[in-house]
């Protein structure tokens, strides 16, 4: 039995379901495999709040965590236990799975013997570990993967920073994600964060765009098919005219912590929807990315099918039943419109492409042997 740290953010993101599953689904996955797993979460203090407190609580509570342990930048310990148990966990440990590098301060960082990053946002890592920006520690990790599937064979027009990028996707363990009885074939949604945390950003003299662009480009799709489209969607009041835009194409926008706050709240919106359709932040279609949407395997792995932008990924996966691509509005419709003519095909395939390409034994189990050889 492998001992595994699992480190990502949980209370650094509160009330965002999407993202506690991302977290949860290397934890259970990595359980399920046998592995005894612990989850270590660094935040700054400033995120260090009441509410950011009992959202972490909460999760670990519901998911049965056990050994979950909450670290400021300083070592000093918010949950989980005494400073020298942490250290002593991670000199014991296997190995640390850093996703998005979020663990990185010492002396807990550099008591793990082997370190393996995951990288979850294609083309930000990069460019910024290009443009000479530390990122999560990045270099100082013995393997590194990236959910960019264009990374790993070079085909992907992203630096690569002078690192090894090895290909993964996410994982997503079944059990949690069963298929449930799909509702009439009428409403498609996805869950967004108009601007994200980021910021757009720029290298070798091009500007890449967030998701926000990539939805005014669909801005009046909902009037050109034949269902409802809804977006549970971070946005910023200062963004209001463009939420009008969208608003006034047909899109239904609902607030995502109504609907999508924690993780079974936004397993219930995904499996309550016929499917889903998104399109991608510019940053991973303009660079061909090969990004795989975590979102978006849970989707495939209830048996709901999945309209989403094209990064590059034709090639990787099968394409076309339960799980479609588009570039641009036209092939949006002629996708939509794919899935109305033969929904139950669809959705029997997007399950299997889950289980084939996506479940967390394999997914796991191939990133485990490449991390500890």
């Not at 595994?4 to 009330?15: F, I, M, R």
């Not at 590098?101 to 082997?114: E, H, I, M, Q, Y």
């Not at 899935?339 to 997007?350: F, G, I, L, M, T």
Request: proline share 5%.
């Amino acid at each position: 039995m492998s001992t595994v740290v699992v480190s990502g953010a949980l209370a650094s993101k509160p009330h965002n379901g999407g993202e506690a599953w991302v977290r949860l689904s290397y934890v259970l996955g990595l359980r399920a495999l046998g592995c005894d797993v612990h989850f270590v979460e660094q935040i700054v203090p400033e995120s260090c709040t009441d509410d950011a407190l009992a959202y972490f609580d909460a999760v670990a509570a519901e998911f049965a965590l056990g050994s979950a342990w909450l670290v400021q930048e300083d070592g000093a310990v918010v949950r989980g236990g005494e400073p020298d148990e942490l250290r002593a966990l991670a000199g014991e440990a296997e190995l640390l799975l850093n996703v998005s590098g979020n663990l990185t301060c010492d002396p807990v960082f550099s008591a793990f013997r082997r370190r393996a990053y995951v990288d979850v946002d294609p083309g930000y890592t990069q460019c910024w570990l290009a443009g000479g920006h530390s990122v999560g520690r990045a270099r100082e990790h013995h393997v590194h993967f990236s959910v960019g599937l264009g990374l790993a064979d070079g085909r992907a027009r992203l630096p690569d920073a002078g690192l090894d990028w090895r290909a993964t996707v996410p994982p997503v363990v079944l059990e949690e994600w069963p298929v449930t009885p799909p509702p009439a074939p009428e409403r498609l949604t996805t869950v967004a964060s108009w601007r994200g945390g980021y910021g757009r950003v720029e290298y070798d003299g091009v500007l890449y765009g967030q998701k926000a662009h990539a939805f005014r480009a669909l801005a009046d799709l909902p009037s050109r098919v034949p269902v409802t489209l809804e977006v549970a969607l971070a946005i910023d009041d200062s963004d209001a005219a463009d939420r009008s835009l969208i608003e006034a194409g047909g899109w239904h926008v609902v607030d995502p912590r109504s609907v999508a706050a924690t993780p079974d709240a936004f397993r219930r919106y995904v499996q309550g929807a016929a499917g889903e359709l998104s399109p991608a932040q510019q940053i991973y279609t303009e660079t061909a990315s090969g990004w795989v949407s975590d979102r978006t395997v849970r989707f495939l792995a209830s048996g709901r099918p999945a309209i989403v932008e094209s990064t590059g990924l034709e090639g990787d996966l099968p394409l076309g039943e339960g799980l479609l691509t588009f570039t641009g509005a036209e092939e949006a419709v002629s996708a939509v419109e794919d899935v109305q003519s033969d929904y139950a095909a669809h959705c029997d395939a997007a399950r299997s492409l889950a289980e084939r390409y996506f479940a967390s034994d394999r997914v796991l189990g191939r990133l485990l042997d490449e991390a500890l050889a």
